[in-house]
């Protein structure tokens, strides 16, 4: 009889069965066939969105969710890091579930999209400090973070930027949707760390707080995070920055609308007015008649490339422009 040999460390079994890629790992009730080099990848993603929150081998991450192949590739996830995977069945009570919070001080829990607001809460009372959701359908804000949608989502985006960002960085949010997700995702390490329009939401405000962080954090991270739609309000400001060496890192969420406007208009009204920009892109027309030697700007629809690349003043994302004054 042939010997059969077992991998003991789980991304070595993941190997070894990915060579066989094509063959069937799940195939769900509703007909859904994932095979090993799907496992390899859906897991995978997950376990580099864990890691970029801070998951650490040995760390724990509490899971009440439904059945689903996306929490069969959670579970795989936290085998290939090391985490230490705490089931949690749906149908503990509140009380049980704080218990188990509690007891086993999860790095993170990962519930379902409707509890959300409740294990919030115990979560809260349990210090645990970040919450994601997974609906048996597979959606939800976990597999969110790791979305490989193009254009990209912009949880993609704060799921990426999570990684990368020290404690003390400031991060700046200037625009409608795209800083919404900001406003969820961004966690500031310290007080200061968050800077937005605030209660009134008047945009417009970010490059001239990115000139301010700047000069009070000189050797801090600065990042400000623009709606296009915003930087419309003071992007020509970017050239004060060039002027007086400041170098700031800008994200800008380029879907060619203001979002914020026109997707409540659609919903009350049935139609809008004034939300899409006439013409092409603006952001890039009115980046080209900056001094463009001293900005590095870098659009990308298709590609994630090296998102980590934070060190100097610059980080590339996707369906996103990139400006990096220098
Ligand atoms: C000074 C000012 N004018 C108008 C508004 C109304 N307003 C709120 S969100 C928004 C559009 C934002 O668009 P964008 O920055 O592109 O973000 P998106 O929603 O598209 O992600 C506008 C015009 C405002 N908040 N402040
Ligand atoms: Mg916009």
Redesign the pocket.
Known sequence: MRKMTFARDPNDWMEQAARCSDRLFLRTPEGRNFSYADLREHSGRIASVLLRRGVQSGDRVAVQVDKSAEAVFLYVACLRMGAVFVPINVANTPNEVEYFLRDSQPRAAIVRPQDRMLIESLARNAKVAWVETLAADGTGSLPLLASEADPIHPMRVYGELAGVLDDDAVVIGD????VSYAGKYIEPGRPGGWLDPGPYGCLGTGLGYAIAARLARPSDQVVLLL????AGFSLMDADTLVRHGLPVVMVC????????EKHPMQAIYGYDVVADYLWGRPTEILIDSLTKEDLEVRTLRTRLVQAGEMAGSAITLPGSALIAAR
């Not at 625009?175 to 795209?178: I, N, P, V």
């Open positions: 625009g409608g949707d795209f709606g296009d739609g915003a969420g380029n879907n060619g609308i203001w979002g914020l």
